[in-house]
């Protein structure tokens, strides 16, 4: 028998696994993936996890967990309990109102006020003191790697911040690194708000000087690091997702610098399949205000403005030179009514003048023939050319580059033979509704999900990829966790009868591997009876509501 695949069947001894990015969706089945190592037992082979974005929300407090040596079931009530009542969006406008900053540079941006909020809320250690990287890089614990993904936008290459047991490995890239004593002092929730800095949604966080350091200040050798002629010179950096959205290509490395110990590779993925990326819309605007008639209203209103300022104006010296004037009622009748004319008149300066020497300096040939004609569009069609461009771009960055991105990723892995036998993707939509059940199950009388499995996975396939932790039913909590938990036990299933194909009957499969498989196969059953049924063991049954 061939003897790699002899070594395939069995039990493996070190698992790694990569949670990817996707926000609140992200972070809650990455957890209910989690707490399914837990429930299995195989949680205590989980020695490297390489996390983007909303999946280093549960890879940092994960580990955090594991530092301050506290058990699993309180970790995942304590997580459980962020997701379902941190108000993040109220909390992080009010801290951004408040003007106040911790940061290096003094700066309260977005990005910097929702890392406050993480610091404040889901990353502080026992002592309720803010948890810095030193946390983690110090603890004793049964973790070779953990590695956050960010981009750096100077060179666009991920920028790694991790722990690792190899010494040789640097915190950043080949590019652009900083030493581990130094990377100590970094909070914690900043290294997470850096993963998860997502485009559009947030400015880039500034490293080192937006990071809150554990000295109030950044050390010395950092700040040499970030130096150009004598002056500073830090980076921009953003999501990881940007680089890999899925943090394969990190823990890949992070295996083949260990000597490619792991004999479990887990990719936990929520990335949705939609059905169509850009609906067209085969409509055409029409309208019969056209550019050039705004332009000749807007020479119109300045006329106008000139004129009330003026007659306005007249009036309240007349008044001032026969009866004098009151303040009260002159203000509303007369003084206001001057600055609002005048304001108004001064802004449509303004706009034509950007539009005369700015905007049109920058458009080929607009001061010619094009634009006498380019005004005779209307501007119902005006809009909706920024619009489909808009749409577009947006659906470009967010979809396309991201499945390009994707499919580039999981290239790397599955051409890879080192990694035959070893690959478990733990994909989201993998038992929605319509999906095939997988045919290797079947022969191994495995029944296919039951209706209500279906429908959860349904809910927590189709939850918008939100940033933001905002349930808008109260069971998509829980049908999150409980996705990540039986998809997860059904993909473990499809690894097993893959690597056990050679053997002819059960008999003969390792005795390690097969009570692996019973104890999936009766996870399985239950779960088609409950899919809450796990889930109900580290929260009972309080809270849990049931899909309608």
Known sequence: MDKTKEKQAEVTDKIGICFSGGGFRASTFHLGALSYLDHTGLIKKLSMISTVSGGSFTGAK???????????????????????????????????????????????????????????????????????????????????????????????????????????????????????????????????????????????IVFPDDFVWKDKHVPEEVKEKFQKDGKPDPIALMDGGIYDNQGIESLMLADKRNLQELGMFIISDVFQIPDDNYPVEAKNPKGFLTLNMVNIISVAMLVICILAVIGIGWNLFNKFETTGLELFSDFFLNFFPILLAASTGISIIAIRGFIKNDLLDEIPQARGGSWDDFKKITIARALNLVAMRIRSMYTLTNSIFLTRIRSLCFGLIYNDKDFDGKRVSNLIYNLKKGAKFSSILEKNGIAPPSEIMTKVGDIGENIPRTFWFVSRDPWELPCLFASGQFTLCYNLMKLIARNCEQFSSKDEWPEDTLNLWNKLEDDWNNFREDPYHIVKDYLGDDDLVYPE
């Open 62 to 204: 994960y580990v955090l967990s594991l530092a301050e040596k506290a058990p699993f079931t309180e970790f995942f009530t304590e997580f459980y309990r962020f997701h379902r009542e941190v108000k993040l969006v109220s909390e992080t406008f009010a801290y951004l109102a408040s003007n106040q900053s911790e940061t290096a540079s003094g700066r309260n941006t977005l990005i910097t006020s929702i890392a406050h909020v993480y610091a404040d809320s889901f990353l502080r250690t026992e002592q309720g003191e803010y948890a810095f990287l030193g946390d983690i890089l110090d603890a004793d614990i049964d973790m070779q790697e953990m590695i956050l993904n960010t981009t750096e936008f100077r060179h666009g290459l991920d920028f790694r911040i991790q722990k690792s047991d190899n010494k040789r490995v640097k915190i950043g890239n080949n590019k652009i690194n900083i030493p581990v004593e130094s990377a100590k002092k970094i909070r914690l929730a900043d290294a997470v708000a850096a993963s998860s800095c997502f485009p559009g949604g947030f400015e880039p």
